[in-house]
């Protein structure tokens, strides 16, 4: 749960074929969650933090999201607040990346001039305990609706310069994403605001 009393935002996508969602992973020097330009980093991100279970077969494995899990976010608009993807949320998320097909579209730092070659999905599910789908072994718990990934690195400079000697460390979603409040705002001041502002960011999201 946060720490302090900021304003809590469900992310959001359409299930529209516009785009909003997920579309590119991104393998970074600290695990991350990007909105478009904006960095949303999670308080205990290294716990999530991708690991190779057996270097020989150059499989990386971690999880590409956390369900419910609360993201500290400040900017100049808003000030400091926390932003969650919701179970359902991330549903929709991976049905779409995968309609899409977007696998293999994965790059570093969130730089698409970084595009990485040689970088294939593997597998990825999500934990439904109530299926017997948990979390593998050797990795922090987390809950139903998580999304987890493995990658396989065929790019022998990726594996050896930046995945085996831990320059890189975690996996980091992007995409455009819609504001949700989950709290009531407090003042009808905050409510206003609020409503302009989620309308700016909705009608980004082309409904």
């Known amino acids: 749960m946060p720490k302090k009393n900021f304003p809590i935002y469900k992310l959001v996508i359409s299930d529209n074929p ?5 579309d590119y992973v991104a393998m970074v020097d600290e695990p991350a969650i990007e909105e478009r ?7 205990k991100q290294k716990d999530f933090s991708f690991k190779s279970t057996e270097p020989d077969k150059r499989i990386v494995s971690g999880f590409l999201m956390v369900a419910d899990m609360p993201i500290y976010r400040k900017d100049d608009s808003r000030g400091e607040y926390y932003v969650v993807f919701e179970a359902q ?3 929709q998320i991976r049905k779409k990346f995968s309609k899409n097909n977007f696998f293999n579209k994965v790059n570093a730092m969130h730089d698409k001039k970084l595009k990485l070659e ?3 999905m593997l597998d990825n599910f ?12 050797g990795f922090e718990k987390a809950p139903d609706s998580s999304w987890f990934a493995s990658y396989y690195i065929e790019n022998e400079t990726l594996w050896a310069e930046f995945l085996k000697s831990g320059v890189l460390k975690g996996f980091s979603v992007e995409g455009l994403f819609g504001y949700d409040l989950e709290q009531k705002a407090e003042t009808k001041e905050d409510a206003e605001n609020f409503s302009a502002f989620m309308n700016v960011l909705l009608d980004q999201l082309k409904f």
Request: proline share 3%; glycine share 14%.
């Open 18 to 22: 516009d785009e909003s969602g997920v």
């Open 37 to 43: 330009g904006m960095w949303m980093m999670f308080e």
């Open 89 to 91: 949320t991330i549903d």
């Open 118 to 120: 040689g970088v294939y």
């Open 126 to 137: 999500a934990i439904a305990s109530a299926r017997g789908i948990n979390t593998p072994k």
